[in-house]
């Protein structure tokens, strides 16, 4: 790269019973940068204390808030 060494984003994904948040983040040299974000609300029932108990539910959660941040990274941390 031309003005340093940026390395690709990546997705960091926070699934609660309550809510499924991303963050996009990228790496320049020693910083960070937010990318991306969003929050979008999980069906009720979907998510149990530590289990994903419908997964479809989450899944279309998920890519709500992908499609809401506009996230363009593929890689999850």
Sequence with gaps: M???N???PLL???ITTSSVKLIELS???KRYRVESYAA???PPNSVSEKAIVDAKAVGEAIRRAVKRAGAK???VA
């Design 27 to 29: 790496q320049s040299g």
């Design 40 to 42: 979008e609300p999980t």
């Design 12 to 14: 960091g994904l926070d």
């Design 73 to 75: 990274a593929t890689d």
């Design 6 to 8: 940026k390395s690709q």
């Design 2 to 4: 031309l003005f340093g």
